[in-house]
């Protein structure tokens, strides 16, 4: 009986052998032809149909140098329509397994995207800025000499001055409640932080109003005029100085009213 059973034993090990061989290739050759599909689809701009071709072969063989090309096309059929959350995970998973530079290069670029798609507007939660802003930087560190890098400058410059604009808005919202200590607090920061952005001169003119509702008419003054140089445009420090004049007697006229309070 143990022979016999031994047997039995041998013979389904070697059907199952036998099987795997002649499966195996079949499974290869459904999966390239679904590839194949899915590359169609791709190129026509069906971006559904083709994230479910890419997305088969990844469940189906993955590890496999298929899949992980299927993979890259799946990040891409995502990002295309949208599901930037979910693109991301993609093209992670793609960088994770891939030597493809240039694919690779393009899928860190792909994910600054993603992050950029996915904030908000400078008046809500900025933590999706701020992301979108350390991919960028990795992404210039990573590929200093990309053809991406000028675009990534450009975003990093539109992200500072969103960034900026929060803290200044949220200054001016602090004037309003007369918390001039606070104010200036974030003014400073946007200086501090992003003094090269188009709200910079605005932030001190903003340090200037603090000083002025808060009683200390010398104090905007001498602020004015140690900051002189430090303003980028010419306006904005003339408006500096109509302010000062406009306010000599320490009172708002309506002219700066409607500025703080518009």
Partial sequence: MRILNTIIISLAVVFLVSACRHTQPEIDEDLSIRFEKGMDYYNKS?????????????????????????????AESLFNTKKYIEATVAFEHYIRYSNELDKIEISRFRMCECAI?????????????LRALDHLQGFIE?????????????????IRAK?????????RLYLKLEEYSSAT????????????????????????????????????????RLNENNFSSIEKFEDGNRILQNTSDGKLTLEEYIRLYK
Avoid: C
């Fill in 46 to 74: 069906q971006y559904k149909k083709s994230k479910e071709e890419f997305d088969f072969i990844v469940m189906n063989n993955p590890g496999s140098r298929l899949a992980v090309e299927a993979q890259y096309y799946l």
């Fill in 117 to 129: 798609k996915t904030s908000m507007d400078y008046q809500k939660d900025q933590e999706s800025t």
């Fill in 142 to 158: 990573d590929f200093p000499a990309s053809d991406l890098v000028p675009e990534a400058t450009d975003e990093i410059r539109t």
């Fill in 163 to 171: 960034l900026a604009q929060k803290l200044y808005e949220t200054g």
């Fill in 185 to 224: 607090i974030y003014f400073g920061q946007v200086l501090e932080s992003y003094y090269d952005t188009p709200v910079a001169d605005e932030a001190r003119i903003g340090i200037m109003f603090s000083y002025i509702l808060n009683g200390a008419y010398d104090s905007a003054e001498s602020y004015l």
